[in-house]
């Protein structure tokens, strides 16, 4: 055991320097209500028209409540996947490196090291101060999640503790706790298939004629750490081994104060209690991640026993709801190559060239993309979209597969595909008995949901898409900005592009009528001429070439 913890990897503080370095974080320093104001605030990023690569992180340095009680701890929205280039700065890699780094992670964890002096301790309340209204969790400035709709301050950048009672293997989730009282909160764990190993634990405690589990919930860890509650690893790996491999060389943690737990020995705060697994109670409505407010259900009574903080302490919060949003760039970020690794690495399926799960307003779970390689068979893709369906329980309600001109992003695109690549009665298969997953739980009436696979690849060869070549439309668009014209965003497909169905005679064909030589065109197809024939029957081009050449 180290006494003083050493580090090679960026503690939440290093983190806020680097988004700041490169103009990635908004600092805030005008007054802002945390119950009323910060998260409208910052959604306005995600509803305003703005493009993902302009969106940042804020931290909040003047923050009051609805009450005009002001507050010393900053907070931090956005603060870990505003959009892919923070949660890049976090991983300390370029973006398209991050796949890698998690595959290697995964598959070479390091164990976490144990110190006995952590920042976390630098201050610690325990005992019954934490029932005084001022102190416990009441000195922390949680915002309300949704104005209008929430019912209390919620903590949604959790990294939740709770270790199995029987192998006392440790398990990390996100989950969200809402505050109800200086020393009490309600914790939400998923009880839906694929849903928390915190719940797992938490059954596994009733099951032995328990009355309490042992929980810590951290706000605030390193990157690496951070990272791991949002992540859906095998439940069984502690996170802590992930995030040492992530970072190359162990976290450190330390004993929890009041309960049987380590945590990161360089978290902002730390809540340390008791869950109640005898009883639950009313937790109220919240806005959640599948776009819809979740209506009032009973969950999990939380006793604290500890508060412990950094004297700097910062507080995260992510913004969730409806997306695009903080928690579902995080999601898509890990989840993505995860799905593509399975399909191409542990299915071995061949032509799979990624997987993209659906983020706006759809929130990831319910619309998976899979692209692959033209000329891909038949049976592969049905492998594929069987594979991609069903690699997660909550996941995969519509799964479609697209050849890789499909932009994945634009739901145009991928109803074009699906209009003119599509046969219902061939390419569509629905499969019954899925589980609904995340989601509005009065969405349907049963427990049980089902998926639609759809086959939207071209099964053969198909005319040029009829837009101008890229050539012309990047020529054009100088001339565009040359004039000082409004600012375009280009949105695809923007060029027209050759989709295997073009001959080399239309080429150039093409080439000429460009350059203004349409007239020898004409002299061609007047070589070309047939009796006889109805008119729109089709030109075979390679037939036209010999005729040419005699």
Excluded at 38 to 66: C, S
Excluded at 197 to 217: F, N, R, S, W
Excluded at 344 to 354: E, N
Excluded at 477 to 499: C, F, K, N, V
Aim: glycine fraction near 8%; charge should be negative.
């Amino acid at each position: 055991m180290k006494d003083q913890p050493d580090r090679n990897y960026r503690d939440l503080h290093d983190h806020i320097d680097a988004l700041e370095a490169a103009g990635l974080l908004n600092r805030i320093d005008r007054v802002i209500d945390k119950d009323a104001e910060m998260h409208p605030l910052v959604r306005w990023q995600y509803v305003g028209g703005l493009k993902e690569e302009d969106r940042k992180a804020f931290l909040f340095t003047n923050i009051t409540d609805g009450k005009g009680r002001t507050y010393d701890i900053p907070v931090m929205v956005g603060g870990m996947a505003a959009n892919r280039d923070v949660y890049a700065t976090g991983m300390g890699c370029d973006l398209d490196a991050i796949a890698g780094k998690w595959a290697e992670a995964i598959a070479n964890p390091i164990k976490p090291v144990e110190v006995s002096e952590a920042p976390c301790h630098e201050i610690v309340e325990e005992g019954a101060s934490l029932s005084e209204e001022g102190h416990g969790i009441d000195i922390l400035p949680i915002p309300v999640s949704t104005p209008g709709f929430d019912s209390a301050p919620t903590l949604s950048a959790t990294n939740v503790i709770t270790a199995d009672p029987e192998d006392g293997i440790q398990n990390m989730g996100t989950y969200r706790c809402a505050l109800k009282a200086p020393d009490r909160m309600v914790v939400r764990m998923a009880t839906r298939v694929g849903g928390a190993g915190g719940y797992q634990h938490y059954l596994k405690h009733q099951a032995a004629g328990d009355t309490e589990m042992p929980v810590a919930i951290v706000l605030g860890c390193p990157p690496y750490v951070a990272f791991m509650g949002p992540q859906k690893l095998p439940i069984g790996v502690d996170e802590f081994d992930v995030a040492g491999g992530l970072a190359g060389a162990p976290i450190n943690v330390v004993r929890a104060r009041t309960v049987p737990l380590m945590v990161p020995a360089e978290a902002e705060v730390v809540i340390e209690g008791y869950i109640d697994v005898t009883k639950v109670e009313p937790e109220g409505p919240f806005g959640e991640s599948h776009g819809h407010v979740a209506l009032e259900e009973y969950n999990m009574p939380m006793r604290v026993t500890a508060v412990t903080r950094r004297r700097d302490a910062v507080i995260p919060s992510y913004i969730s709801q409806v997306a695009p949003s903080e928690s579902s760039v995080i999601k898509r970020v890990a989840y993505e190559p995860l799905f593509t690794h399975h399909l191409k690495s542990t299915l071995s399926i061949k032509g799979v060239k990624k997987v993209s799960l659906h983020e706006p307003l759809t929130g990831l779970l319910r619309v998976t993309v899979v692209t692959v390689e033209p000329g891909t068979p038949r049976t592969e893709i049905w492998r594929a979209l069987h594979g991609a369906a069903f690699f997660k329980g909550d996941c995969g309600k519509i799964c479609i597969a697209v050849n890789d001109d499909i932009d994945v992003d634009s739901p145009d695109s991928i109803l074009w595909a699906m209009a003119y690549r599509t046969n219902p009665v061939e390419d569509m298969q629905t499969i019954a008995h899925r589980g609904q997953g995340h989601g509005p739980k009065r969405e349907h009436d049963g427990e049980e949901d089902s998926t639609l696979l759809v086959d939207a690849t071209m099964k053969s060869p198909m005319p040029p898409l009829a837009l101008p070549g890229r050539e012309y439309m990047e020529r054009a668009r100088a001339i565009w900005e040359e004039m000082d014209m409004p600012r375009l965003t280009p949105q695809s497909p923007w060029h027209g592009y050759s989709l295997g169905a073009w001959h080399e005679i239309w080429d150039a064909a093409a080439q000429r009528a460009a350059a203004g030589d349409y007239l020898e065109n004409g002299r061609i197809s007047l070589q070309l001429q047939v009796p006889g024939l109805k008119p729109e029957s089709r030109v075979d081009p390679e037939e036209s070439l010999r005729k040419l050449r005699k």
